[in-house]
């Protein structure tokens, strides 16, 4: 069964350039989660979707950062425009349920540096 | 903003060691889940626990929540190469779906 899908897996970019990270969660899942993850912050909930609807964006960093997801297939994280302290590795992860015990299935993660 | 802190930050052991590390907070948490990340990859839940007092084994892993859901623990016998990673605590409140993931323990298992 295929898992969590994110691309790029990797990306370098210039500081003012527009980022845009692509998730695919697990088909059924009704929840989706993006996370941050950095050395110094260790790992940072962004915002999250239940049923395609944003739930809870209180961690977007500032307006620069949006994210949508369409249908219950795609989810994107966008940046714009980019600055070098918006380096880290960006996670995708899905739920079955809405339920305070739900366990989380994570992607590989989209490792952006931007110069 | 709950605040998860995980202790020790970092722990390298030999092999066939035992070991243990901690997750606490001030809050009160519905559940608590472990999570083990390998590099260039994702989190991968280990276990969930949700009642105060509450232990779990997975092989050589026992984890336990505390009695009053603020704080866990994580102990493995026997170290091996394989449990090598950043073992992370993740928790959320009644009725939230929201995690919060601790600091983190990044585990080294020498051979």
């Known amino acids: 069964d295929a898992g969590v899908i994110q691309s790029p897996r990797h990306e370098v970019t210039e500081m003012g350039q527009e980022v845009t990270l692509r998730c695919k969660p697990i088909s059924g899942h009704n929840s989706l989660f993006w996370y941050r993850q950095t050395m110094m912050r260790g790992l940072e909930l962004l915002i999250y979707?239940?049923?395609?609807?944003?739930?809870?964006d209180s961690g977007m960093p500032e307006d620069r950062f949006s994210a949508k997801m369409p249908n219950a297939s795609f989810s994107t994280l966008k940046i714009q425009p980019s600055e070098p302290r918006d380096s880290a590795v960006y996670f995708c992860a899905s739920s079955p349920r809405l339920a305070d015990t739900g366990e989380l299935f994570f992607g590989e993660g989209s490792r952006l540096t931007v110069l | 903003t709950q605040l998860l802190e995980q202790s020790p930050q970092f722990l390298s052991i030999q092999e066939g060691e035992n070991l243990t590390v901690y997750c606490n907070s001030s809050s009160v948490f519905s559940s608590l889940q472990w999570y083990r990340q390998e590099p260039g990859e994702g989190p991968v839940l280990l276990v969930t626990v949700v009642t105060g007092g509450e232990v779990k084994k997975l092989k050589r892993l026992t984890f336990q929540f505390g009695d009053a859901r603020k704080d866990s623990s994580l102990h493995i016998t026997a170290a091996q190469p394989g449990d090598t990673g950043l073992y992370l605590c993740a928790a959320s409140n009644f009725g939230n779906e929201k995690l919060t993931f601790g600091t983190g323990t990044r585990l080294t298992i020498i051979p």
């Open positions: 979707f239940n049923n395609n609807v944003p739930i809870d």
